[in-house]
């Protein structure tokens, strides 16, 4: 079975950077997958922050993270961990984190999938 596990979140600093992990098992990136990282704030949406499926070239951030958020993963493929790495972060990106992945191949883009495996979340807060 898929299982994610997020990681990295904390209390910083406006203009403070953090590296959030998602460690999956269960699959491995030699196979076909997209995968997205996510975030919701209390009493709002949530927020698809940036997306890549395998199938396609390039990755979709959305326009509140674009140039600030970075997601990456391990070019080992022996090590299955998304990364999303959170520069210039501001009090508005306080939220739960969350990574997905839907682990085949699909001919969608990113930004129209149904991911069906989710990680737990993991907090950030921003401080002003």
């Known amino acids: 079975d898929v299982q994610l596990q997020a990681f990295g979140g904390g209390l910083v600093q406006a203009g403070s950077s953090l590296n959030l992990s998602c460690e999956v098992s269960g699959f491995t990136f030699r196979d076909d997958y997209a995968v997205a990282w996510y975030r919701q704030a209390p009493g709002k949406e949530r927020e698809r922050l940036a997306c890549?499926?395998?199938?396609?070239?390039?990755?979709?951030?959305a326009a509140s993270v674009k140039g600030r958020f970075t997601m990456y993963r391990n070019r080992n493929n022996e090590k299955n961990t998304l990364y999303l790495q959170m520069n210039n972060l501001k009090p508005e990106d306080t939220a739960v984190y969350h990574c997905?992945?839907?682990?085949?191949?699909?001919?969608?883009?990113?930004?129209?999938?149904?991911?069906?495996?989710w990680g737990q979340g993991t907090q950030v807060t921003v401080s002003s």
């Open positions: 890549t499926n395998s199938v396609y070239s390039g990755t979709y951030y």
């Open positions: 997905a992945i839907l682990p085949i191949r699909i001919l969608k883009q990113c930004t129209e999938i149904k991911y069906d495996y």
